[in-house]
T-cell receptor
Framework: GDSVTQMEGPVTLSEEAFLTINCTYT??????LFWYVQYPGEGLQLLLK?????DKGSNKGFEATYRKETTSFHLEKGSVQVSDSAVYFC?????????????FGKGITLSVRP | DGGITQSPKYLFRKEGQNVTLSCEQN?????MYWYRQDPGQGLRLIYY???????QKGDIAEGYSVSREKKESFPLTVTSAQKNPTAFYLC??????????????FGPGTRLTVL
């Protein structure tokens, strides 16, 4: 079945450091890929998405590129801020019928210190 | 403002009692979902519903029940048969099959603690 694997955490960085969070997937078809973010005590928010190979999703300084050849969707940010401290989830989904549910990775906690 | 509401934010129940978690959306979405979140395990799908009066079991449906009598409402009942119900529960919705991709919108969650 489909699955999403995220790098082990937690991750602690200093403010303005470069961030990479790895995500790889296993899928039988051609899914859409997502990064969701969860701030403390809240639900999940969509951070960015990519719907086909070589698409780059971007939002709030974060970027991720859909790499079909390496089945990856790594999240990057050039300069993190304290406000980026949250849990980040990689996910995949198809858009039709019974396969339209999201499959999530386990999430990784990012802490950014001043 | 359109969105998803879950109530209450915190819920305490005694062991052996059934409890119902509320989820309402005014986004006019066809599909709705319930997830359970435990530390270190990510999100696991409990139940989902693509249209009114229809729903399917997710990966961990045992001990839970749902109903979908109205498009905007998808309540989840945690029954006494659920062995370890203490968790953070998240409700989500999406446009459904008409969407180009399945972006899901999440509510703020309900933290259930069984004493």
């Amino acid at each position: 079945g489909d699955s999403v694997t995220q790098m082990e955490g937690p991750v602690t960085l200093s403010e303005e450091a470069f961030l990479t969070i790895n995500c790889t997937y296993t899928a039988t078809g051609y899914p859409s890929l997502f990064w969701y973010v969860q701030y403390p005590g809240e639900g999940l928010q969509l951070l960015l998405k990519a719907t086909k190979a070589d698409d780059k999703g971007s939002n709030k300084g974060f970027e991720a590129t859909y790499r079909k050849e390496t089945t990856s969707f790594h999240l990057e940010k050039g300069s993190v801020q304290v406000s980026d401290s949250a849990v980040y989830f990689c996910a995949l989904s198809y858009y039709t019928g019974a396969n339209s549910k999201l499959t999530f990775g386990k999430g990784i906690t990012l802490s950014v210190r001043p | 403002d359109g969105g998803i509401t879950q109530s209450p934010k915190y819920l305490f129940r005694k062991e052996g009692q059934n409890v119902t978690l509320s989820c309402e959306q005014n986004l006019n979405h066809d599909a709705m979902y319930w997830y359970r979140q435990d530390p270190g395990q990510g999100l696991r799908l409990i139940y989902y519903s693509q249209i009114v009066n229809d729903f399917q079991k997710g990966d961990i449906a045992e001990g839970y029940s749902v109903s979908r009598e109205k498009k905007e409402s998808f309540p989840l009942t945690v029954t006494s048969a659920q062995k370890n119900p203490t968790a953070f529960y998240l409700c989500a919705s999406s446009i459904g099959e008409a969407a180009e991709y399945n972006e899901q919108f999440f509510g703020p969650g309900t933290r259930l603690t069984v004493l």
